[in-house]
Structure formats: C-alpha cells, structure tokens
C-alpha cells in the first residue's frame, strides 16, 4: 500500500496569511503514460464528509475559491491556502488514487492563529 | 446534481453483519465514467477505503485487503443504487461509513456519513 504521510499537524495561520501543508507519498504517484499525478486534497469540517478541492494534484474542482492550490509532481505535493479566511478553518486530507488501495494522508488541522 | 443519500442502522453487535445502501440521484450506477465507493472514518484508522463496484461493460469490484474477506459491494441497477454488506463485525468496525463516486479525477461526491456503532 502507498503510505501518505502530512505535515504538519496542527497548523495555526493567522487570518490573510498563507497556509501551507505538505503531503509525501511511499512511492510515486505520477503515471507516466498520461504525465498525471494520481493525487487529490480534500477539506473537511466537523459533522462533514470530505469535499474535493484539488485532483490531478494542481487542478481545482468546479466552485472551489482559487485561494487554494495543489503543486507538486511524483512523491512530494503541497496544499496552499493563500489569504486564509475563517471558513477555512477544518481538516484537509491529501489522498492518492494511483493504485488500489486508495489511501489517505493522516489529516492536517488548520486553525486560526 | 448528484447527490448520494445513505440508509442504514447505526447501531449493531458483535457478530452481526453491517448493511447501508447507498441511493444514487443524477448519475447511473451503471454508468461507464464513475466507480461507486466505500470509505469508513475513525480515530484509530482515519480515513480507510474498503472498496468499489464499477461497470465496464461488465461489472467488477475492488476490496481493500483489510476486510477483503468479509465485504461485499454490490450495484442494483434497478433502484439506482449500491450497497455494502460487511459481516461479522467487531468494535473495531465502529466508524462513520461514507459511500462516494469517483469519476475520472478523484472522489468527487460523498454521501452525508452514517456513524455505525458496534457494541455488545
């Protein structure tokens, strides 16, 4: 199994500040016949199942505000939150889909500093 | 929109077997774009994917190791739904058990979660 591993754990920013959150992969997840990354974000608030902000690693959902961005390639991936905003305070996941089974990253709480 | 409504109980024994449905609006379960999914959430494990059900053609299945030898997923084309059937379950199985389409990028729409209690 691909083990997915976050950091950090909690991550406090103050309101307008920039959030970043770091998610590394056991083994790559890029398929190299598409040249995609086989990596997906996800927020999550309490008494919420997840919601999809990013997949294919950098490729924002449909309604998802462009504060957030997903970068990164093969092993190493990065969630931004640019200007954090009250609301976006909650739990995001990274999570990859290369290979079954899928499995997700241990969780990074971001609060309000 | 899609949406995916969850039924099932919450609360069960040692021994029993989990039974939630998973009712699909907006998308065909028979579909050939989407895979239909299980996930289960709690402290100890987080967030764990147990398996999926998906057509091409013909219909195939995927389980996660873990529970491989006591879960079933299965697609009802005629009330546009899927469900899962996990047997024999232990306070270890206590989590809130998600169900969740994946289209070709990630797991894009979730059911609202059902918490699953096991306790004698």
């Known amino acids: 199994d691909i083990v997915m591993t976050q950091s950090p754990d909690p991550l406090a920013v103050s309101l307008g500040e920039r959030a970043t959150i770091s998610c590394k992969s056991s083994?790559?997840?890029?398929?190299?016949?598409?040249?995609?990354?086989?990596l997906a974000w996800y927020q999550q608030k309490p008494g919420q199942p997840p919601k999809l902000l990013i997949y294919?690693?950098?490729t924002r959902e449909s309604g998802v505000p462009d504060r957030f961005s997903g970068s990164g390639s093969g092993t190493d991936f990065t969630l931004t939150i640019s200007n954090l905003q009250a609301e976006d305070v909650a739990v995001y996941y990274c999570?990859?889909?290369?290979?079954?089974?899928?499995?997700f990253g241990q969780g990074t709480k971001v609060e309000i500093k | 929109q899609v949406q995916l409504q969850q039924s099932g109980p919450g609360l069960m024994k040692p021994s029993q077997t989990l039974s939630l449905t998973c009712a699909i609006s907006?998308?065909?379960?028979?579909?050939?774009?989407?895979?239909w999914n299980w996930i289960r959430q709690s402290p100890s494990r987080g967030l764990e994917w147990l398996g999926r059900?998906?057509?091409?053609?013909?219909?195939?299945?995927d389980y996660a190791v873990s529970v491989k030898s006591r879960i079933t997923i299965n697609p009802d084309t005629s009330k546009n739904q899927f469900s899962l059937q996990l047997n024999s379950v232990t306070p270890e199985d206590t989590a809130v058990y998600y169900c969740?389409?994946?289209?070709?990028?990630?797991?894009?729409?979730w059911g609202q979660g059902t918490m699953v209690t096991v306790s004698s």
């Open positions: 969740a389409r994946k289209t070709q990028g990630a797991l894009d729409i």
């Open positions: 907006g998308d065909s379960v028979s579909g050939n774009s989407a895979s």
């Open positions: 059900t998906y057509y091409r053609s013909k219909w195939y299945n």
């Open positions: 083994q790559s997840v890029l398929y190299s016949s598409n040249n995609k990354d086989y």
């Open positions: 294919w690693a950098s």
């Open positions: 999570q990859q889909y290369y290979s079954i089974p899928w499995t």
